[in-house]
């Protein structure tokens, strides 16, 4: 046997007896030889960071909240293609449901003065979300819409709301002023114009929110792509609404 085959079995036989369950470690040496890394059976990634340490979005740390998405507020919308919001949007909440993270929905006016609820073609997708039903353009002014946030547990909030200057501006402000990390997805979102869209995410930014895309969710979600646990459906959700291909087709 040459040095090199030896010396990459050593390396080997000392990630597998790491990660054996028997040893009292959570890290698990990989060594890359000639550009191609060899992994212990079974192996699922490197170790899930503490969700009060990971400075990312996590399953977790996250919860996904989804404000005004109704059809007349949609309507309203001209920065955006509405096919491309929804599918977007789409993608958002189906990578939520893959990762178990907490959903809340709300609505505004809905039980007052009977207006469209939300776009059913989303809400259907998650119907384990919360459903909060308010009459304050601003969210974080519903003491049942806050209790909900709380109730999550969760310190980092994705939050898309139409229109992104009002709607979504208020309690996203809010949010980061009650200490909450909050993440907008910008092409989830839109209002009437470009300038009232980039009025509303530059009030956000200038409080703290972070923008992202909505993609990025998924990918800060899965983080490794040795844990197989959802894996093969948030490929589907990449396939199918960022990449827009037959998801029955291969990588």
């Known amino acids: 046997m040459s040095l090199l085959k030896t010396l990459m079995g050593a390396a080997f036989l000392t990630a597998a007896t790491i990660a054996s369950p028997s040893i009292a470690s959570d890290v698990t040496e990989i060594v890359t030889v000639n550009g191609v890394a060899s992994y212990p059976e079974g192996y699922q990634g490197t170790p899930v960071r503490a969700a009060d340490e990971d400075p990312f979005l996590s399953p977790t740390n996250s919860a996904l909240i989804l404000i005004d998405y109704q059809p007349p507020i949609l309507a309203g919308v001209r920065n955006i293609d509405h096919d491309e919001l929804i599918n977007n949007t789409t993608g958002l909440i189906k990578t939520a449901v893959i990762y178990d993270i907490p959903i809340i929905f709300s609505h505004v006016a809905v039980g007052l003065n009977g207006y469209a609820p939300?776009?059913?073609?989303?809400?259907?997708?998650?119907?384990?979300?919360?459903?909060?039903?308010?009459?304050?353009?601003?969210?974080?002014?519903?003491?049942?819409f806050v209790k909900a946030v709380e109730a999550t547990g969760r310190k980092k909030l994705i939050m898309g709301g139409l229109w992104t200057d009002v709607?979504?501006?208020?309690?996203?402000?809010e949010a980061e002023k009650a200490g909450?990390?909050?993440?907008?997805?910008?092409?989830?979102?839109?209002?009437?114009?470009?300038?009232?869209?980039?009025?509303?995410?530059?009030?956000m930014i200038a409080a703290g929110v972070e923008p992202i895309t909505w993609n990025v969710v998924p990918a800060e979600l899965q983080r490794d792509h040795a844990r197989t646990d959802n894996l093969k459906e948030v490929t589907r959700v990449f396939m199918e609404h960022l990449f827009k291909v037959d998801p029955d087709s291969s990588w």
């Open 118 to 144: 939300m776009i059913e073609e989303l809400s259907k997708l998650a119907p384990n979300a919360v459903f909060i039903d308010r009459t304050n353009v601003n969210a974080w002014e519903e003491p049942e």
């Open 167 to 173: 709607c979504l501006a208020y309690p996203a402000i």
């Open 180 to 203: 909450y990390d909050v993440y907008v997805p910008e092409d989830t979102v839109g209002s009437f114009t470009q300038a009232s869209h980039e009025n509303g995410m530059r009030r």
